[in-house]
């Protein structure tokens, strides 16, 4: 049972590496391009002189922008003890 499911948990992840990128549309880039710019900013930023809270803000400003990028981005992730549990659970079933 142990070698199905590294059989089958390999043939996913090949499958993954296949999978075509979406297309962003005009909008998508031109947000993703402001969230770019915004980064690169962030990092050039002398962080030194910033209080406690800037900083936080600054932080929880990036954690956003990285949701707002994945999501764009599109695709469904699964860990890979999500796939494995789902394998055995249909092995099991059938």
Known sequence: MLLMALTFNLNVALAAKDKPKTEL?????????RIMSRVEEIKAMDKSNLSREERKELRKELKEMKKKARAMGGGVYLSVGAIIIIILLLILIL
């Open 25 to 33: 549309t005009a909008e998508q880039r031109v947000e993703l391009s």
